[in-house]
């Protein structure tokens, strides 16, 4: 066996312990399941994925394993190399993926939620202390520290407004535009429409963007995800457009992608 085999074969025993960890941690209810290990962020996968996932690792490990016996000396190698440049050129940046989970970095769940109780409680006794100590009574005080009666001061007698003032004058240029614009609003209300604003410029579209996002958004619903987060998944994709523009393309061709999706 060389470097490349044994390295190859500690990875799928790695990725193996992990799965089996995870069918363990998919019975667990939400609040448990991020506590149980320091994990990366990511979406919770499904049961199904997971099993999906644990069975072509056991198919790929009988290959290797295949592969060793025949004394190939270059399969181990390319499949190393298939998998840095998958990482590296290759790799979409979504959130759907299966982390490693480590037996050594499990949390005790039993453990924390009784460490977690006697912290609460202590926080509660603490709490309960400073409250006695503000609401013991204060000693009276004395009639020397009394404050002298204040003196009421005359008030200022109001001022009358200034009748001479003017209200500042507008350009002649700027009250003829706000005359021409209360006109076509007064017309445009007696008619029964209201003004209708001023229209942009149209827009630029790109067939080659909108096909990408297309097939972003068929290939993550046969993924399983939701038509409400395909936007965001899909804008932090790398050269995607903006999450504004990524949901008008959804909008405007979500026939298309129903079509697809479905084998039209």
């Not at 690792?57 to 004394?71: N, P, Y």
């Not at 409250?131 to 009358?160: F, G, H, K, W």
Request: a positive charge; aromatic letters at 4%.
């Amino acid at each position: 066996m060389n470097p490349a085999d044994k390295r190859l074969s500690e990875l799928i025993d790695k990725w193996l312990i992990s799965l089996e960890l995870h069918l363990k941690y998919s019975a667990l209810d939400e609040a448990s399941y991020w506590k149980v290990q320091p994990w990366v962020k990511h979406d919770r996968p499904s049961r199904w994925i997971i099993e999906l996932a644990r069975q072509k690792a056991l198919q790929l490990k009988e290959q290797v394993d295949g592969r060793i016996a025949m004394g190939d000396a270059k399969f181990a190698e390319a499949l190393e190399l298939m998998g840095f440049l998958t990482n590296l050129a290759g790799s979409q940046h979504i959130a759907r993926f299966i982390p490693l989970a480590e037996p050594q970095n499990e949390v005790d769940l039993k453990t924390s939620s009784a460490t977690a109780t006697r912290s609460a409680a202590v926080a509660i006794g603490d709490s309960t202390r400073v409250a006695v100590l503000t609401t013991q009574p204060r000693p009276a005080i004395s009639d020397s520290t009394r404050d002298m009666p204040r003196v009421n001061a005359p008030r200022e007698p109001a001022r009358a407004p200034d009748a001479t003032r003017q209200m500042p004058r507008q350009p002649a240029a700027q009250t003829k535009s706000s005359a021409r614009g209360d006109t076509r609003r007064n017309a445009a209300r007696r008619e029964g429409k209201a003004p209708q604003p001023a229209r942009s410029e149209a827009r630029q579209t790109d067939p080659e963007r909108d096909a990408k996002v297309i097939a972003d958004a068929v290939r993550l619903l046969g993924w399983g995800r939701q038509w409400h987060e395909l936007p965001e998944l899909i804008s932090r994709m790398a050269d995607r457009p903006a999450l504004s523009e990524v949901r008008r393309i959804l909008r405007d061709h979500k026939d298309a992608i129903d079509s697809q999706r479905n084998g039209g």
